[in-house]
């Protein structure tokens, strides 16, 4: 490496071997990984399919209402009209015909979900507590996507049978109140399961039993074919998804859908688009996901294991089925925001939904300690500003050996100038540089070895900051309210990107005042980099932005305060000071701005 310091053309390739490592480990961690590898990080459906509905009641506990016309009064059974059909038993039924059978509408703190009664299906799952985005506050995230003509989720099947037509009653769990049905209860506020019984299309009895609780994203779920004896066909419970297949954005490589699986020892993972043939049998899973880069809809198999498959149907409609014993299967439902925290307190490796990557090691610890940070400030973006700050200070020893290695070779810039013009031979030139930096104690490969060990933080918090659920929807200050798109703000009409902007100019800076060896004419070409960066920025979320202007701030007061420390100034402090200023700015623009 010390000959790349010889010549105007060695200046380049020191560089360039620096920015393609970078790159490359970039490039591998989030588009060759998450194409070739099947990295699904999309949740329960693609944000920009949600349907939206507004107005959705406040949060409360666990409460059942029933919209439509039921079939009679009081608590019932399944009757002799459940037996009858009169359509075709392989079509699938129309929103119109759902509606007219009625439905079932749960309320907890946390969902509000429509259950049709033809078909036990979901048509709706709110989540109360996210918006579709910062710009519609009241308008409730749906985890549903649906195209008339295509199934629901939540189906049932038994060998051939199944429940598409089945009319469900509802037989305990609720109660009729006038033109509505409410949830029983306890006096601790507990629900109680919801009990819905019909007929299979093959004439077997069938009950579907769900609790759902007033906090959580957790839902029992419980299928038994009552009349199966002798039966050697499993029950099955499906969940699906309808997909455009729309593809992942290079600037959000993370963001694809795709399905995630565990067997208990394992996580193995399959993007929709990657998906081969119409269906793959799984073997036993302890779990079973189909997910997008924030939400999830998870199946986790009460008992050891259970045979699950992945089903590409028509439409697109992709779906997870898990299957049991010929008379029942039973699992839990996790469907809802892919939070590590509550993910970790499950068990069983569900936080592996969350892919952070060859860097996880890193990523999580860092998304941990971005929640404790928010729980003493407040605001996500002071907590990425706080959370950057503290990384930088620990890698300090690190960028000054970076700095203080760069310098020397800046000073002995003269010296390497006449060595070359004395010595025209390129060995001899090679060995009498050699011997230079061995007598001056100078490592020309000291200014990159700190910036490569660096590497796995900076990408473990790249992924935390890429994946974090909490930061959809999450304000920092003014125009930025939300931290995981890109910033919003226009003035006279244009879009400007102003964290980008402030970026670019302190990169700019940090780039002109760095010690180098390059030629004056070469350093003003590489000034171009900072346009590039700002240029690729501008779509990037605003959290990960936030915290990269954050970081470059810091690293020119670093790298003023090295300067100065030849003048007897402690770089540490300065650095400090530098650290302090930037956090003073962040917390009054939050507050002023929040």
Request: charged share 20%; net charge negative; with cysteine.
């Amino acid at each position: 490496m010390s000959s790349t310091f010889q010549d105007k053309d060695g200046h380049r390739k020191a560089l360039a071997l620096i920015t393609c490592l970078f790159l490359g480990v970039i490039y591998m961690e989030t588009v060759y990984k998450p194409y070739f590898y099947q990295i699904p990080t999309r949740g329960a459906t693609q944000e920009g399919e949600q349907t939206a509905v507004a107005g959705t009641t406040a949060a409360q506990p666990a409460s059942i209402s029933s919209v439509g016309t039921p079939a009679s009064g009081g608590l019932q059974g399944p009757g002799p009209e459940a037996t009858t059909f009169t359509r075709d038993l392989n079509a699938i039924p129309s929103d119109l015909e759902l509606e007219q059978e009625g439905e079932v509408v749960i309320e907890t703190n946390t969902y509000s979900v429509r259950l049709s009664l033809l078909g036990g299906r979901v048509r709706d799952l709110l989540l109360k507590e996210y918006p579709v985005d910062a710009e519609h506050p009241d308008e409730k995230l749906n985890l549903i996507t649906h195209k008339d003509g295509v199934e629901y989720p939540l189906a049932v099947y038994s060998g051939t049978a199944h429940d598409r037509w089945t009319k469900y009653k509802v037989v305990s769990g609720a109660k009729r109140e006038r033109d509505k049905w409410s949830l029983i209860s306890d006096r601790e506020g507990r629900s109680v399961p919801l009990v819905l019984e019909g007929v299979l299309s093959d004439g077997r009895s069938v009950r579907k039993t769900l609790t759902f609780h007033g906090e959580g994203y957790q839902i029992p779920t419980k299928v038994e074919v009552l009349d199966g004896h002798g039966a050697t066909a499993p029950v099955r419970l499906e969940w699906s998804e309808y997909d455009p297949a729309d593809e992942a954005s290079l600037l959000d490589p993370y963001n694809v859908k795709g399905f995630v699986w565990n067997d208990g020892e394992r996580t193995d993972r399959e993007n929709f688009t990657d998906l081969e043939g119409n269906k793959q049998e799984l073997g036993d899973v302890r779990w079973v996901s189909l997910g997008n880069k924030y939400f999830m809809a998870s199946a986790l198999v009460k008992g050891e294991a259970s045979a699950a498959k992945l089903v590409k149907s028509e439409g697109p409609l992709f779906s997870w089925q898990i299957g049991g014993d010929p008379q029942s299967i039973e699992a839990t439902l996790i469907i809802g925001p892919k939070k590590y925290d509550y993910l970790e307190s499950l068990g069983h490796d569900l936080t592996t939904n969350i892919n952070f990557g060859y860097f996880g090691v890193v990523a999580a610890p860092l998304l941990r300690l971005l929640h404790g940070l928010y729980g003493l400030l407040g605001n996500y973006g002071l907590a990425i500003v706080v959370i950057t700050i503290m990384v930088k200070m620990a890698l300090y020893p690190l960028n000054a050996a970076s700095f203080k290695s760069m310098k020397a070779m800046q000073d002995l810039r003269p010296e390497m100038e006449r060595i070359k013009e004395q010595v025209k031979d390129k060995q001899q030139q090679q060995m009498q540089l050699m011997a230079m930096y061995k007598e001056k104690g100078v490592n020309p490969l000291g200014g990159c070895l700190p910036v490569v060990l660096q590497m796995p933080i900076f990408i473990g918090l790249y992924s935390a900051l890429m994946l974090a659920v909490e930061l959809r929807g999450a304000p920092f200050a003014f125009w930025i309210n939300d931290l995981s798109a890109p910033e919003k703000l226009e003035v006279f009409g244009i879009h400007l990107p102003l964290l980008v902007v402030l970026f670019v100019v302190a990169m700019a800076v940090q780039q002109w005042t760095t010690p180098t060896t390059m030629e004056p004419a070469q350093k003003k070409v590489m000034m171009i980099m900072p346009l590039f960066m700002g240029f690729l920025f501008a779509g990037f979320p605003a959290g990960l932005t936030l915290y990269m202007l954050t970081n470059m701030l810091i690293s020119i007061g670093q790298q003023k305060g090295m300067y100065r420390a030849e003048k007897g100034t402690s770089a540490f402090k300065i650095t400090s000071m530098v650290c302090l200023a930037v956090f003073a700015v962040a917390f009054t623009l939050a507050t002023l701005g929040g």
